[in-house]
């Protein structure tokens, strides 16, 4: 089959590879409908990340199933699912306290890699969840957003306790921080800022849900945050990029006794103990449990109540992966889908 | 009237000074019933925190009011009160959303000092409780330990949700941690693990309510709650104590998707952002919001249904307050109190 594989940084080909097979019973083998780059894979591909050796590619996937392992129960060939980024057995107490991202028995797909034909997918029952049916082709972007930036992006308001009567504020304007915005709406939020200094995702974030945009970053942006605020922060501040300047803008942003649901990869990060003692904010951030949203957004967009999708501001064919890369590497595209 | 003042790192004093005079309309004046020493006087007395000027010590109090000031109308002359080491205005929308320590016009008792024969409170209406009549003199210990350390403890165990069918560790022995445990059990955790290597504080811990004790520390304590929580960790940490080792100890004592609440104060602490990311830990902390919980605390004193005042293991007159800084200093007491 067709695959994406990183060879160094900034080295990223299509090629012909092995297709995956089934090793162990709980394994699925699914065909992708289409699959996407996500800002996270930006961190191998711009070297953050060390690429030992070449590497496979992408962890968001929509598909049908192909094949499924002997003790697959609740999916089978032919039926169209999609699943987190994270692969969760499902039954472990972790994942049965609502915590599948951190799974004893969790893969992370960006391991096994999905920006291919076709892809393995571990625990199966656990991971996948299977469509209402065969979905529409317009629907395919935004239920491939669900695997990912939208789960994380709704995580990230979950996190922050995004609900009625709440100021919620979003720091990072990529795909995850955009959905943030979008989540924080279907939760009931009264206003939610989004940061973001470039037209175009200010222009997404405001039909997201956005009933403020901040421009202003670091210190300024945390002022700009109190000065909406009557002086106190947001209740609910999402952090959605994963800098030590990010974090401790999110941190400031948020008022004392306020929620802050960080979901950014953190790299070279050190908060500060005594801020955050001070802050008396609750803080929990990341992989996110996508899994446990799943139901809910894939229902949200089978009833096209939420266009997600729309983050997808780039469509290439597999084959043009490295220029996905490059466009988003550049902040060109917001993210790019990859269809087949 | 007597006052306690430190001079310098290792310099207590007990002097004359002027009686405290109303200045706003919102104060209170109140004759102490007894004072005590607090694990954080020892941050000054030992040079950690720097000492500019001579400083007034205490931030713990019960007593009896004096006088009040022309605003103040849920106490009055004659009536014993507590209120915590943070005084709060109760009014602001941080105090009404549940965040007292961190009202907008908090005053720090530990900044107007409360190791003297009488104390100003500021912010009287927020902040001080009345006892439901004159406090046995047994009590009085009890009813002292409700205005930091038992409402701190509680805190740290209500932050890291203690309740059913949780495992709770305790990181750190001292009154606050042993109140903590007793605030878990209180709470109805199914095991609490007190982390203690010193026997007659182990022995305190298991009379709170303690049903494991673990002597290792660091690493080797992580390792040992892991090994008690089938590898996953406990539910629930309580940090006690503000120094880097412990508040690492607590966080990777936790489980995945648990909750850690940190109220030691953090001194010199750098929390790595990818480990709080990858854990997937609920965090917060800091000063404890006790006026929100006096009023059950002090019911359960006065029924008798508690003991928090176990953890004074020395009385002093408060001319001898020196020696009691010494000896918690030397941590031949755990709490000392201090009468007149």
């Not at 699925?28 to 996407?36: D, E, K, Q, V």
């Not at 994270?86 to 004893?104: F, H, K, L, N, Q």
């Not at 955009?178 to 939610?192: C, D, M, S």
């Not at 446990?292 to 229902?299: A, S, V």
Request: aromatic letters at 6%; charged letters at 20%; glycine letters at 10%.
């Amino acid at each position: 089959m067709r695959a994406t594989i990183l060879h160094a940084p900034g080295d990223v080909r299509v090629e012909e590879t092995d297709d995956p097979k089934i090793t162990a019973p709980t394994d699925a083998i699914i065909r992708l409908s289409a699959t996407c780059v996500c800002g996270s894979d930006l961190w191998p591909y711009r070297g953050v990340d060390s690429v030992e050796q070449p590497m496979p590619m992408g962890h968001e996937y929509v598909g049908i199933v192909e094949e499924v392992g002997d003790e697959v129960t609740s999916v089978k060939p032919g039926q169209y699912v999609l699943g987190s980024f994270v692969a969760s057995c499902g039954t472990c107490e972790i994942c049965r306290a609502g915590y599948p991202s951190s799974c004893v028995n969790r893969v992370f797909m960006a391991q096994v890699g999905t920006q291919s034909e076709r892809a393995l997918i571990p625990h199966a029952d656990g991971t996948l969840v299977p469509l209402p049916g065969t979905p529409d082709a317009d629907l395919i972007p935004d239920l491939l957003a669900a695997s990912d930036v939208l789960g994380t992006g709704w995580f990230g308001a979950v996190a922050a306790e995004a609900g009625p009567g709440k100021t919620v504020a979003v720091v990072g304007d990529g795909a995850v921080g955009l959905l943030a915005v979008l989540a924080a709406k279907q939760l009931g939020a009264e206003r939610i800022i989004a940061m973001s200094r470039h037209e175009p995702r200010q222009k997404l974030a405001r039909e997201f849900g956005a009933t403020d945009i901040v421009t202003e970053r670091g210190d300024d942006g945390v002022a700009k945050i109190k000065e909406l605020t009557g002086g106190l922060g947001a209740h609910s501040v999402v952090e959605a990029v994963g800098t030590q300047e990010s974090m401790q803008q999110a941190l400031r942003s948020t008022r004392p006794g306020g929620h802050m649901g960080f979901v950014g990869v953190n790299h070279d990060v050190a908060l500060s103990g005594e801020e955050l003692f001070f802050s008396q904010v609750h803080v929990v951030g990341g992989p996110a449990p996508v899994r446990n949203f799943l139901p809910r957004l894939i229902d949200l967009i089978w009833q096209r109540k939420i266009n997600p999708g729309k983050v997808f501001d780039l469509t290439l064919p597999l084959e043009e992966a490295a220029e996905a890369y490059r466009a988003m590497d550049e902040r060109r595209a917001v993210k790019a889908m990859l269809t087949f």
